[in-house]
């Protein structure tokens, strides 16, 4: 009597996406979240020492605890559904059918990759609104944050709250989709190299981690300018649009201000990338594995 087929842990791939982004976010945030403290004070307006210095690193931290897993797995979610329907015959529909085989895969991965980000963007920016104050000594910590964001209420009225919440909503998704944009596409075709050398049929955490590290910090140093804005909206007393804040900074700082904090960023994100692109990979291997 033959025995029954295996079947995987998760057998959805959408599930396996959700569990794997939720895992991959909350340990990336968390091992990392010094040096994004770090490089939040360095690209302050009020400068770093004044932003708090090398003085409690984990503040904020309390934000990043509750956002990171949601904002991860609706990134892989996203990002996984689009991949699979345009890899099932989708690209007709998204007009990629008629372009070059070699060419189809990589533009698939950016546009999933886009879509994912501006979706995960709905729980990343009031986190990060949150969790930057506090970094930055605005203040003490991602609960009083909030709170003095809810204070404003009876002021600037609901609609003032969400807007406040939603602060920089723009940049960062202008910043978040040319991020994607690179690292993602990199990413993947790393990995396709790497099964092809190999005749595998997936990588390991490792070797995805790896991968992840370099497409990350490529990505990090292209789009530090758009982070520096994306901080400064962020931690302004009040409201300032993108251009006239891209202007004053240049007339008072120069260009140079907007390559502060490229060091710590490349570093986070290039350690960023292997240890979220990998615990992304072994916890997708996992719920993939037979039961």
Same mark, same amino acid.
């Given at each position: 009597?033959?025995?029954?087929?295996?079947?995987?842990?998760?057998?959805?791939?959408?599930?396996?996406?959700?569990?794997?982004?939720?895992?991959?976010?909350?340990?990336?945030?968390?091992?990392?979240?010094?040096?994004?403290? %770090?490089?939040?004070? *360095?690209?302050? /307006?009020? !400068?770093?020492? #004044?932003?708090?210095?090398? +003085?409690?690193?984990?503040?904020? &931290?309390?934000?990043?605890?509750?956002?990171?897993?949601?904002?991860?797995?609706?990134?892989?979610?996203?990002?996984?559904?689009?991949?699979?329907?345009?890899?099932?015959?989708?690209?007709?529909?998204?007009?990629?059918?008629?372009?070059?085989?070699?060419?189809?895969?990589? %533009?698939?991965?950016? *546009?999933?990759? /886009?879509? !994912?980000?501006? #979706?995960?963007?709905?729980? +990343?920016?009031?986190?990060?609104? &949150?969790?930057?104050?506090?970094?930055?000594?605005?203040?003490?910590?991602?609960?009083?944050?909030?709170?003095?964001?809810?204070?404003?209420?009876?002021?600037?009225?609901?609609?003032?709250?969400?807007?406040?919440?939603?602060?920089?909503?723009?940049?960062?998704?202008?910043?978040?989709?040319?991020?994607?944009?690179?690292?993602?596409?990199?990413?993947?075709?790393?990995?396709?190299?790497?099964?092809?050398?190999?005749?595998?049929?997936?990588?390991?955490?490792?070797?995805?981690?790896?991968?992840?590290?370099?497409?990350?910090?490529?990505?990090?140093?292209?789009?530090?300018?758009?982070?520096?804005?994306?901080?400064?909206?962020?931690?302004?007393?009040?409201?300032?649009?993108?251009?006239?804040?891209?202007?004053?900074?240049?007339?008072?700082?120069?260009?140079?201000?907007?390559?502060?904090?490229?060091?710590?960023?490349?570093?986070?994100?290039?350690?960023?990338?292997?240890?979220?692109?990998?615990?992304?990979?072994?916890?997708?291997?996992?719920?993939?594995?037979?039961?």
């Amino acid at each position: 009597m033959s025995s029954p087929p295996s079947t995987a842990k998760v057998e959805s791939p959408f599930a396996r996406a959700l569990l794997a982004g939720a895992i991959a976010g909350t340990t990336v945030d968390l091992s990392l979240y010094p040096i994004d403290t %770090l490089k939040t004070r *360095l690209q302050s /307006s009020t !400068g770093f020492y #004044a932003s708090g210095g090398f +003085r409690g690193i984990y503040a904020g &931290v309390g934000s990043a605890v509750i956002g990171s897993a949601p904002g991860a797995a609706l990134f892989f979610v996203t990002y996984e559904s689009i991949k699979s329907l345009l890899k099932q015959g989708g690209e007709a529909d998204m007009g990629l059918a008629g372009l070059n085989g070699e060419w189809s895969e990589p %533009l698939a991965h950016m *546009l999933a990759a /886009s879509v !994912g980000e501006v #979706a995960a963007c709905a729980v +990343r920016v009031p986190t990060e609104v &949150v969790k930057q104050r506090a970094q930055a000594v605005q203040q003490p910590s991602s609960l009083a944050a909030l709170r003095y964001i809810l204070s404003q209420r009876a002021e600037i009225g609901v609609m003032g709250v969400w807007r406040e919440m939603y602060r920089g909503w723009n940049i960062t998704v202008m910043r978040e989709v040319p991020f994607t944009v690179i690292q993602f596409p990199l990413w993947e075709a790393l990995k396709e190299w790497r099964r092809r050398k190999m005749g595998r049929e997936s990588v390991t955490a490792v070797e995805s981690g790896a991968f992840g590290s370099v497409a990350g910090a490529v990505a990090a140093g292209v789009t530090t300018p758009l982070d520096v804005l994306k901080t400064r909206l962020m931690l302004a007393r009040d409201k300032e649009a993108v251009v006239p804040l891209l202007v004053r900074t240049l007339r008072a700082s120069g260009p140079r201000a907007f390559f502060a904090g490229m060091g710590p960023r490349i570093l986070w994100i290039s350690a960023g990338g292997a240890v979220f692109l990998g615990s992304y990979q072994w916890a997708y291997n996992a719920l993939a594995e037979p039961r």
